[in-house]
Nanobody, 125 residues
């Protein structure tokens, strides 16, 4: 019914940049907050940045000034522009939507806490 698909991950040298995208697909009529989280093996998933449907943003302290989150509501897409990357930014990055409204046949349905499959970001020193 609904999918979140991340793209843009890869291998980059320290100091470089990457831009992640997350596109929501399906018969969607609304998406509330969206965000990016990351996880390394053996550790809990942690918040990187979130953005409301109105464009208010919040960042983890460790990315402030380096990462920028944005979204295109018309395309149901959220972006994460990452600059000045460090080896410690290496992780799988996951897209999240806290509430997605979509049509199931003619009914309005909602899913909460929806995750993408993740995209690997590797920063070499």
């Amino acid at each position: 019914q609904v999918q979140l698909v991340e793209s843009g991950g890869g291998l980059v040298q320290a100091g470089g940049s990457l831009r992640l995208s997350c596109a929501a697909s399906g018969r969607i009529f609304s998406i509330d907050g969206m965000g990016w989280y990351r996880q390394v093996p053996g550790k809990q998933r942690e918040l990187v940045a979130v953005i409301t449907s109105g464009g208010r943003t919040n960042y983890a302290d460790f990315v402030k000034g380096r990462f920028t989150i944005s979204r295109d509501n018309a395309k149901n897409t959220v972006f994460l522009q990452m600059s000045s990357l460090k080896p410690e930014d290496t992780a799988v990055y996951f897209c999240n939507a806290d509430k997605i409204g979509y049509y199931q046949l003619s009914r309005r349905e909602y899913v909460y806490g929806y995750w993408g499959q993740g995209t690997q970001v590797t920063v070499s020193s």
